[in-house]
């Protein structure tokens, strides 16, 4: 059986359309940044089809949340400045990205940094047009 997750009594976009507060019965309260939400996005697109590693997003620094839609009593489907809207927020997973909001940043944090890319890539430094070596011969992996 499907567990039950409690609806948010308050769901609030800021005017600035960059941040969601959310309010539950119990008066945990969350504001989650709209960067935040995009780049956790539970839709297929993002997650995955197979349930593999999520797809690394880029790019989200200023993304706007210009819809909030109520889907039935279980869930919101918030829509995007840059077009997405696939995502179902159900009320669990609203819940466990406020809690464990800094954890999943970290994690977030850490795969670009794995990856060598920013959040914005539009600011990030131009990467060399080739790596300088010391001896002639094939850069290694590191």
Partial sequence: ??????????????????????????????????????????????????????????????????????????AVKLVFDDGHDSGLYDWGLLRELGERRDEHWNYYLGRLSSAGVERDPERAEPAAPYDVLSSPGPAKPE
């Fill in 1 to 74: 059986m499907a567990q039950h997750h409690p609806a948010p009594k308050q769901i609030r976009l800021s005017k600035d359309r960059r941040s969601l507060h959310l309010v539950f019965p119990d008066e945990a309260a969350f504001d989650l940044s709209a960067e935040y939400l995009r780049v956790f996005s539970p839709s297929a697109e993002v997650r995955g089809h197979g349930g593999g590693e999520m797809m690394l997003v880029l790019g989200k620094e200023r993304v706007k949340i210009v819809d909030v839609q109520p889907v039935g009593r279980y």
